[in-house]
């Protein structure tokens, strides 16, 4: 029951007169009349001042209840727009207020009366009414209990109304939530009472805190949104939450856009400005840090501050950890939906799998729905229940057509005519009776139809696609120009954005037609595609050039709203359907550069798709060389950043292409993701040949900041492969270069000067030259104001070397800065920085006497898992396991650990871990002692002696002193074992090893 009536009119009858006022009030009921018809409402009277209008049987309570409340709030919209053409024209404000109720009502004839409701509920109507704000929709108690589950209400309030005795429970209607079970016209639901079943059982369960991901697949119209509504209204029913993110056609290269959604649908920021949003944030997690806040409003769009230096990789860690830690805190239920999951972006996706992995230990039921075309992460996270929407059987589709068609005798054959064309696709059967109801074949109502005069015209099309069509053009012109529009904008639009594009867009005729719903009502209208078939329809059946205009006319409106950095990527989509390529071209690029400090993946999308609009420029283009060597080169550059080789990034094409244009610069960027890449990959030669090519090609171009910036690289290289010598030449060529300047040619590498001196630092050492601990110092002293990558490169190359090769002592100040470095890798770091530094802290704790061992196997296993997910072997984490295997006395084991490193590295050609390998196989040989263990490590220790090394290279020569020895004592060869004992000594203290120093002095 809905009572509206203008306020105060009295005052706006005495300043636009009689005439004008009832004018105005004509307008009014027209279109609050055809708002109620279209709810399928009947408007029960006019009252003067207003209207009454009736919404009920026979459709049951809670739907009608709901079609009232949209009524409401789309008569209130209405108003307001009426009120702005009187405030112009009038200079008077038109307002209106509304009040709802629900409940039995006698209807029907009375007297001379037509069809009137009167009694109780009536008047409780038209008391909600009168206390209603102007402008404002109240409801009633009742109403709210039937709408609660999908109405946005204020808090209760008590209303005294004229004459009543006691207060009235009011609620004040604010919105329509995005989810109602039921939509206009749906049909029945037949069978799928298994699938239903089971999903119940299973929310049942989640309840109870053991929570579920189930995954609905199936081809477009078989019925997954439908299983997603019906079990969204199961828990609406139970009364609890449900959260949905739609996927949509053109947002799969969109960053987090997925993601975002689902977020702001859960935080219940859908409808709020930003800094409504932001304080919302703040209370949802006010254990947080700020940073991490800043990252939440980054990812819903409602960022102030400005970004913090934050990896990718760290982002992510961090968000996800936020969402998670609140999910797994959370004691309430709930349900979250991702549909259509076929068009979701990488960066969502992989956001999503972090969150549904911990789903099994909350309260919480995750649906999410997709098409067989999808084959990406979601379909093998292990624990999910997926289930395969199968056509209808025969029985069901005609149950399900004779229900739309209802079983007047002239119907007849038409139901299995239908049943058998639609092949169990619901969605088919539907769209085919709403064609031929269009048509006028049939004539009444759905579940009542009748066979109309036109029998000739009974012939359906052979496609569901077809069909659609053919409903499609049969709107009028403006109408179909709205769809076209609405259909550019994307399967959900605001009104806002389709006012850019059509001067009179007409909604209400494409509801009409359900071929859309309004979704939202608040604070703007919000509407979406029925099904996404529709809007494929609608999409693709228009001109290609028709499209273009509205595609040019969208990305500027878009544009023009401002927060251009993070619609980069929708813009560039809406720019090349626009054909504009070299526009779509900079915005492609811009996008990339916005995700670079977000998700790498998403930077790679972007420039992948960059690369692709200049592959198609005409070669005549003047920029179309440069447009197609810019992507190219930062997708090499970064490609090892994605952690080790993924695909070819394509570097002897963007060689090829630079030869043309004499690029050379380009090409020296570009290769050290090819280097890095190769490191990665474990293939130490190849690197080590590909970056001499490297750093000669640098020297060739000869431009000072490049050279520093990208020397980094192969000193990275040269450091596995023990190339010390060259090391020390490169490292003093960058330090030279520098000048100082810790973030000179900071185009890859952070601070290119940082990993310089640390690596003169290594080279030194390793070859005895004084004033390598200087350079360790001052490079340690340097990481602490620079980026989080850097740090962590600095770290892992003072200390890892450090400690395995006897150069510094594992001591206190070594373990806290391992743990600092770690620290601000977990904050801010690339997973490669985590990686790192996870490494060198566990080996530095390792190295901790009196430490529990048991704690120390747990972080090397944890830094080992680390670093084979980034897809590196793990040989010196290796070596550490072994040596705490000989510790628990599991000698056999460590030995065999410990020969597979060896092997591993002797293999090789020059390793600078060979040393280490060596060195804990021989101890736990000789914990072992057999007469083959002994003759075992000795051939082991000559095999280190022979390594090929750069002349003056030491750290084999010391190491080789020291396990000579110990072979010598074990062997009971007190005499040598004392010769070489005091070389080892001595060789120690004139090297000022620390490490080697204190070994050497405990040797009796
Ligand atoms: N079992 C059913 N009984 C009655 N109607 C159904 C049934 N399953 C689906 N429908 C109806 O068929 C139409 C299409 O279903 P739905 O939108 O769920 O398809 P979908 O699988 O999600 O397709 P898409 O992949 O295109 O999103 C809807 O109007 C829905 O109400
Ligand atoms: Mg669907």
């Given at each position: 029951m809905l009572f509206a009536d203008v306020v105060r009119s009295m005052d706006i009858a005495a300043k636009v007169g009689a005439e004008r006022l009832r004018e105005i009030m004509t307008d009014l009921v027209e279109r609050s009349t055809a708002v109620v018809r279209r709810y399928g409402g009947t408007v029960d009277k006019f009252t003067g001042d207003g209207i009454m209008a009736v919404f009920g049987a026979p459709t049951a309570l809670e739907d009608h209840a709901f079609r009232v409340c949209l009524a409401a709030l789309d008569i209130q919209a209405a108003t307001a727009e009426l009120a702005k053409e009187v405030q112009t024209r009038d200079g008077t404000a038109l307002r209106l207020r509304v009040g709802l109720n629900s409940g039995q009502v006698i209807a029907g004839e009375i007297g001379s009366a037509s069809y009137t409701a009167i009694g109780e509920q009536v008047g409780m109507a038209q008391r909600m009414e009168s206390v209603a704000a102007p402008g404002a929709v109240l409801v009633s108690e009742s109403t709210a209990r039937l709408v609660q589950n999908v109405a946005v209400l204020g808090e209760p309030e008590q209303a005294h109304i004229k004459g009543g005795e006691r207060p009235v429970a009011t609620r004040r209607l604010l919105g329509i939530g995005d989810h109602h079970s039921r939509r206009r016209g749906e049909s029945k639901l037949v069978g799928r009472a298994w699938e239903l079943n089971t999903v119940a059982a299973i929310l049942d369960e989640a309840i109870g805190g053991s929570g579920c991901v189930v995954s609905f697949m199936g081809p477009p119209g078989i019925g997954k949104s439908r299983m997603v509504r019906e079990a969204a209204a199961v828990a609406a029913h139970r009364g609890i939450p449900v959260f949905t993110a739609h996927c949509e056609s053109h947002a799969g290269d969109i960053p987090f856009h997925a993601v975002a959604r689902l977020l702001r649908a859960a935080f219940g920021v859908e409808d709020v400005d930003a800094d409504k949003a932001r304080t919302r944030v703040l209370e949802l997690f006010p254990e947080a840090d700020a940073e991490d806040h800043v990252l939440l409003h980054d990812l819903l769009g409602v960022r102030e501050a400005p970004l913090p230096d934050i990896a990718p990789d760290a982002r992510r860690r961090r968000v996800t950890a936020l969402i998670n830690g609140a999910a797994l805190a959370r004691q309430e239920p709930g349900v979250y939906v991702i549909e259509d999951a076929h068009w979701i972006d990488e960066a969502s996706e992989s956001m999503l799998a972090g969150f549904l992995a911990i789903i099994p230990q909350t309260p919480t039921l995750v649906l999410i729905t997709y098409r067989p075309e999808y084959q990406g992460q979601f379909t093998r996270l292990s624990g999910v229940q997926s289930l395969a929407l199968r056509p209808l059987s025969d029985g069901n589709t005609s149950l399900l057509t004779a229900e739309l068609l209802g079983d007047d005798e002239s119907i007849g054959a038409l139901t299995p005519l239908i049943a058998t064309r639609a092949a169990g696709n619901p969605f088919f059967a539907e769209e085919m009776v709403r064609d031929l109801s269009e048509r006028g074949v049939l004539q009444g109502d759905t579940g009542k139809y009748r066979l109309g005069d036109n029998i000739a015209e009974v012939a359906v099309p052979a496609t569901l696609q077809?069909?659609?069509?053919?409903?499609?053009?049969?709107?009028?012109?403006?109408?179909?120009?709205?769809?076209?529009?609405?259909?550019?904008?994307?399967?959900?639009?605001?009104?806002?954005?389709?006012?850019?594009?059509?001067?009179?867009?007409?909604?209400?005729?494409?509801?009409?037609?359900?071929?859309?719903?309004?979704?939202?009502?608040?604070?703007?209208?919000?509407?979406?595609?029925?099904?996404?078939?529709?809007?494929?329809?609608?999409?693709?059946?228009?001109?290609?050039?028709?499209?273009?205009?509205?595609?040019?006319?969208?990305?500027?409106?878009?544009?023009?709203?401002?927060?251009?950095?993070?619609?980069?990527?929708?813009?560039?989509?809406?720019?090349?359907?626009?054909?504009?390529?070299?526009?779509?071209?900079?915005?492609?690029?811009?996008?990339?550069?916005?995700?670079?400090?977000?998700?790498?993946?998403?930077?790679?999308?972007?420039?992948?798709?960059?690369?692709?609009?200049?592959?198609?420029?005409?070669?005549?283009?003047?920029?179309?060389?440069?447009?197609?060597?810019?992507?190219?080169?930062?997708?090499?550059?970064?490609?090892?950043?994605?952690?080790?080789?993924?695909?070819?990034?394509?570097?002897?094409?963007?060689?090829?292409?630079?030869?043309?244009?004499?690029?050379?610069?380009s090409v020296g960027i570009g290769m050290v993701g090819v280097v890095a890449s190769k490191l990665m990959n474990g293939h130490r030669e190849e690197a080590s040949r590909l970056a001499d090519d490297h750093v000669q090609l640098l020297e060739s171009i000869g431009d000072p900041p490049l050279t520093v910036g990208l020397l980094p690289m192969a000193l990275l290289v040269k450091h596995e492969t023990a190339e010390m010598a060259?090391?020390?030449?490169?490292?003093?060529?960058?330090?030279?270069?520098?000048?100082?300047?810790?973030?000179?040619?900071?185009?890859?590498?952070?601070?290119?000067?940082?990993?310089?001196?640390?690596?003169?630092?290594?080279?030194?050492?390793?070859?005895?030259?004084?004033?390598?601990?200087?350079?360790?110092?001052?490079?340690?002293?340097?990481?602490?104001?620079?980026?989080?990558?850097?740090?962590?490169?600095?770290?892992?190359?003072?200390?890892?070397?450090?400690?395995?090769?006897?150069?510094?002592?594992?001591?206190?100040?070594?373990?806290?800065?391992?743990?600092?470095?770690?620290?601000?890798?977990?904050?801010?770091?690339?997973?490669?920085?985590?990686?790192?530094?996870?490494?060198?802290?566990?080996?530095?704790?390792?190295?901790?006497?009196?430490?529990?061992?048991?704690?120390?196997?747990?972080?090397?296993?944890?830094?080992?898992?680390?670093?084979?997910?980034?897809?590196?072997?793990?040989?010196?984490?290796?070596?550490?396991?072994?040596?705490?295997?000989?510790?628990?006395?599991?000698?056999?084991?460590?030995?065999?650990?410990?020969?597979?490193?060896?092997?591993?590295?002797?293999?090789?050609?020059?390793?600078?871990?060979?040393?280490?390998?060596?060195?804990?196989?021989?101890?736990?040989?000789?914990?072992?002692?057999?007469?083959?263990?002994?003759?075992?490590?000795?051939?082991?220790?000559?095999?280190?002696?022979?390594?090929?090394?750069?002349?003056?290279?030491?750290?084999?020569?010391?190491?080789?002193?020291?396990?000579?020895?110990?072979?010598?004592?074990?062997?009971?060869?007190?005499?040598?074992?004392?010769?070489?004992?005091?070389?080892?000594?001595?060789?120690?203290?004139?090297?000022?090893?620390?490490?080697?120093?204190?070994?050497?002095?405990?040797?009796?």
């Open positions: 077809a069909t659609i069509g053919s409903r499609i053009d049969r709107l009028s012109a403006t109408a179909k120009h709205t769809l076209s529009a609405a259909a550019v904008v994307g399967s959900r639009f605001d009104i806002d954005l389709l006012a850019d594009l059509v001067d009179d867009a007409d909604t209400s005729a494409l509801i009409e037609a359900e071929l859309i719903d309004q979704v939202r009502f608040t604070p703007k209208a919000q509407f979406a595609f029925r099904h996404p078939l529709i809007h494929t329809v609608a999409y693709e059946s228009q001109l290609k050039s028709d499209r273009a205009t509205l595609h040019r006319r969208l990305a500027v409106a878009i544009e023009a709203r401002g927060s251009v950095d993070e619609n980069a990527a929708l813009i560039a989509e809406h720019t090349e359907a626009a054909g504009e390529l070299p526009a779509a071209f900079a915005w492609r690029m811009r996008a990339g550069t916005w995700a670079i400090n977000r998700d790498i993946a998403a930077a790679h999308g972007s420039w992948r798709r960059a690369q692709q609009v200049a592959d198609r420029l005409p070669p005549d283009h003047p920029d179309s060389l440069s447009m197609r060597i810019a992507p190219r080169t930062f997708l090499c550059a970064t490609a090892a950043r994605r952690g080790g080789w993924r695909a070819d990034p394509g570097f002897e094409e963007l060689r090829q292409l630079c030869v043309a244009t004499g690029d050379q610069r060259e090391i020390l030449r490169l490292s003093q060529r960058l330090i030279d270069l520098a000048d100082g300047d810790y973030t000179k040619g900071n185009l890859i590498f952070g601070s290119p000067l940082a990993y310089g001196v640390t690596m003169r630092g290594a080279a030194r050492a390793s070859l005895g030259i004084a004033g390598w601990k200087q350079d360790f110092t001052c490079a340690a002293v340097s990481a602490r104001d620079v980026d989080a990558m850097s740090r962590a490169s600095v770290v892992y190359y003072t200390y890892l070397p450090g400690i395995a090769l006897g150069l510094l002592r594992p001591d206190p100040t070594v373990l806290a800065q391992t743990a600092e470095a770690y620290e601000a890798a977990t904050q801010a770091g690339e997973d490669i920085a985590l990686g790192l530094t996870e490494a060198v802290r566990s080996v530095a704790v390792a190295c901790q006497e009196g430490t529990d061992r048991g704690a120390v196997v747990e972080l090397l296993l944890h830094a080992r898992e680390r670093v084979l997910d980034q897809g590196v072997t793990p040989p010196i984490i290796d070596c550490y396991f072994a040596r705490e295997k000989v510790r628990l006395g599991e000698t056999d084991g460590a030995i065999e650990l410990a020969r597979a490193s060896f092997d591993d590295q002797a293999g090789a050609d020059r390793c600078i871990w060979i040393v280490l390998a060596t060195t804990v196989l021989v101890e736990a040989l000789l914990t072992r002692g057999t007469d083959k263990d002994f003759d075992e490590a000795n051939a082991a220790i000559d095999r280190l002696a022979a390594a090929p090394t750069d002349p003056g290279y030491v750290v084999n020569d010391i190491a080789v002193l020291r396990l000579r020895a110990l072979l010598a004592q074990a062997r009971g060869d007190v005499e040598s074992y004392r010769a070489y004992r005091d070389r080892y000594r001595a060789m120690a203290t004139s090297l000022g090893f620390e490490g080697h120093m204190a070994m050497a002095e405990a040797m009796t």
